[in-house]
């Protein structure tokens, strides 16, 4: 039974660059929630999504930043134009269809930005 | 804004000890609280959550919980070198999680 799964988990971009996170839920989850952790510093909320819906968006940079999670396929988490802040970890969960409130975390992508 | 607090640590105990793992938050409306666990380099592994006011036990893990002071605590009874990461006290709201920056824990053997 697998978990939430996240690729790539290392990923390096130079500045300028786009970074594409992917993250598929774990079996029987459809709520995805990503989250990011800067070095030194806590969990942030970014977004949470529903298959083809954005729920809340509230934790999202205005600029830059975008996520999906299409009917097929993996959720999404797009940063275009990536600079030195951007580097980070960033985190995916999921949680169940009856939007359960336990969220289960993936491994994470490091993000480096040169 | 929603906050949760903690210390930063470390906190240091020897094996075999009880180690105390507090939390406080801000939203008075908070209804679900959760504790996790994450080693250096890795991602949160969950612990435990709790609802109500009160202790919950979960094998060397209890959760208390009192909400009239808006408190949140981590006990964990014989503590291991294992034991040995920073714990997230996490506070749930309409559907996201808000989390406290944690506490690192060191285990002595």
């Known amino acids: 039974n697998a978990g939430v799964m996240q690729n790539p988990r290392h990923l390096v971009r130079r500045r300028g660059q786009e970074a594409r996170l992917r993250c598929s839920p774990m079996?029987?989850?459809?709520?995805v929630y990503w989250y990011r952790q800067l070095p030194e510093e806590g969990l942030k909320f970014m977004v949470y999504l529903q298959k083809e819906n954005i729920i809340d968006e509230s934790g999202m940079p205005k600029e830059r930043f975008s996520a999906e999670f299409p009917k097929e396929g993996p959720s999404i988490l797009r940063i275009q134009q990536v600079v030195r802040g951007d580097s980070a970890a960033y985190f995916c969960a999921s949680s169940t269809d009856r939007g359960g409130d336990t969220q289960y975390f993936g491994p994470g992508t490091r993000l480096t930005v040169l | 804004q929603k906050e949760v607090e903690q210390n930063s640590g470390p906190l240091s105990v020897p094996e075999g000890a009880i180690a105390s793992l507090n939390c406080t938050y801000s939203?008075?409306?908070?209804?679900?609280f959760f504790w996790y666990r994450q080693y250096s380099g890795k991602s949160p592994e969950l612990i435990m959550f709790?609802?109500?006011?009160g202790d919950k036990e979960d094998g060397r893990f209890t959760a208390q919980l009192n909400k009239a002071s808006q408190y949140v605590s981590l006990l964990i009874r014989d503590s291991q070198p294992s034991d040995s990461a920073t714990y997230l006290c996490?506070?749930?709201?309409?559907?996201?999680?808000?989390f406290g920056k944690g506490t690192m824990l060191l285990v002595s053997p």
């Open positions: 939203d008075r409306g908070s209804q679900s």
């Open positions: 709790i609802y109500s006011n």
């Open positions: 996490a506070v749930k709201g309409y559907s996201t999680l808000t």
């Open positions: 079996k029987g989850h459809s709520h």
